[in-house]
């Protein structure tokens, strides 16, 4: 499935994927590779552009400056296509699970269509296409929530990865404005903090998704009105080695 940012050409830059600084709290046990996603020689999923991580500890900085008893708290970074592919399927037979449909009898039924459309809303396709990679692959998407000073992530009113509207940024912005003392009126603030500190250091958010965002990709070109996008897809060879 197409997305308009996918029509904004890519200028590729040879800013390195490296590892995060583990002064940003990273959310472990990772959660793909829990779930047996194929990291290849073990490579590790904590790793982004080096100046994505730039822009990270900047995010970090300001909501230091704006709640000092809150922190980003990072739940997945760099993605190989194998894994975006194997997380694409693994969400699919999790939503015929979660909607009790027989993944067995998936090619026939109009159901199982309906799954895959609205797991396409929140996931990537695999693309192998250089002009349309997964935004985790390039180095330049993370998703992210937000956690106490001691490290214990906070309610953001819906789960990273669920499918459905509850994922939306603004999900809760209409219950908000209604009851401002509800729950609601919290997790939208929080959710509204998340997207204020990130987006002030430079990154774009998702539209459907209240805990991914990125620098210098399609869809950040796209937002930003920018001619072109800085980051293309990047994996590693089994030597480890970059490959562009
Ligand atoms: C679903 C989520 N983990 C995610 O990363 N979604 C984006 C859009 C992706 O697959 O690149
Ligand atoms: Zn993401």
């Known amino acids: 499935m197409l997305r308009p940012w996918h029509q904004i050409p890519i200028s590729a830059s040879k800013d390195p994927l490296v590892e995060i600084p583990f002064r940003l709290l990273r959310l472990e046990p990772h959660p793909y590779l829990s779930l047996g996603a194929p990291y290849a020689n073990g490579s ?5 552009r080096s100046k994505v991580i730039d822009r990270l500890f900047l995010a970090q900085d300001l909501l230091k400056n704006t709640n000092s008893e809150l922190q980003l708290a990072i739940f997945d970074a760099w993605r190989p ?3 975006q592919k194997f997380m694409v399927e693994y969400s699919i037979q999790r ?11 998936s090619n026939y039924s109009s159901k199982y269509q309906e799954i895959v459309d ?3 809303k929140f996931w990537a396709p695999p693309s192998t296409n250089p002009l ?5 692959s390039t180095g330049a998407a993370i998703d992210i929530t937000l956690a106490t000073s001691n490290g214990l992530p ?3 009113g819906g789960a990273i990865d669920e499918i459905g509207d509850i994922s939306m940024p603004n999900h809760y912005s209409q219950s908000a ?3 401002p003392n509800s729950i609601s009126a919290t997790w939208h603030s929080r959710r509204l903090l998340l997207h204020e500190m990130m987006s002030s250091a430079g990154f774009v958010q998702h539209p459907n998704e209240w805990w991914h965002f990125s620098y210098g990709d399609q869809l950040w070109a796209w937002k930003n009105n920018s001619a072109n996008a800085f980051y ?8 480890n080695s970059i490959i562009f």
Not at 95 to 104: G, H, K, V
Not at 232 to 239: K, T
């Open 44 to 48: 590790s999923p904590w790793r982004l």
């Open 81 to 83: 296509l194998a894994v």
């Open 95 to 105: 939503e015929c699970l979660n909607q009790a449909i027989s993944f067995s009898d």
């Open 118 to 120: 609205q797991v396409q």
């Open 132 to 136: 349309t990679p997964p935004p985790h």
């Open 154 to 156: 906070i309610d953001m």
């Open 177 to 179: 404005k209604t009851n």
């Open 232 to 239: 293309g897809s990047l994996s590693f060879s089994d030597s």
